[in-house]
């Protein structure tokens, strides 16, 4: 049988948020009965000033809120920023955090989303931590290199007391964002087991997740599925369009 997967809704800088309450009117009746079907996990994460307005009406649905960003100070100040506080306020249970998107602006450092990561984790918000290798260290052989030095410093977290808390690992490789381009199953077969390797021995606390991010489609999500370690996907401008969407949620099952 298959497992439960989580899907969640990378809505980047798109909307504005008249746009995202639409999307979301739209798109919430059919996607709560899928999560309901097949009970996936489906987070939708649009930008800040949207958080507020998506909470009320995704909250007598079993579609679970995530913001794409956090601070990882207490509120005080930090002029421009959002605090985990609020994000726990607006009941936010997921953040994206590192993005390539925010590293490629020197927005994010793999120091700075570990630190990130820790304070999402003590208000048992689930971090997603996005990694990935731009296309040269690809092609130059880097990948495992680059998603190593990239989790090094969230393996520390595993001295956090944990309970309930759960963490996601998002692969996703820069080459594959937004580009229409997904790795073969072979090569994301051999990096989903290493990162398994990898990971199991510093999570064994945590509950952690393995993500696929990177040009998800209902054309290719029935070939990325197959792929056992992978537990689910994040994914961008396909769930822009909520019919895709929901056929990408309703494919893999
Ligand atoms: P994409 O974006 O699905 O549009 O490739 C994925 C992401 O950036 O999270």
Redesign the pocket.
Known sequence: MKKEKIFAA?W?MYLTPQQAVELTKQASAALSSLANKHGSTIILCPSFSSLVLIQPIITPTPLLLGAQNCSPLAPGAQTGEESVATLKELDCSHCIIG???RRANGYDTNESVAQKAKALLTSNITPIV?IGETLAEFQSHKTKDVLKSQLAPLFSLASLETGKQQLYI?Y?PVW????GLIPEKNYLTEIFEWLTTLCSPYFATLSYKLLY????KSTNVNELVSINQIDGF?????SLDFQEFEKIVDYCY
């Open positions: 990378n980047k993005h390539s998107e996005c998002a996703e594959a964002i937004g580009t991010g990177g040009s998800v994040l994914i961008g401008s396909s």
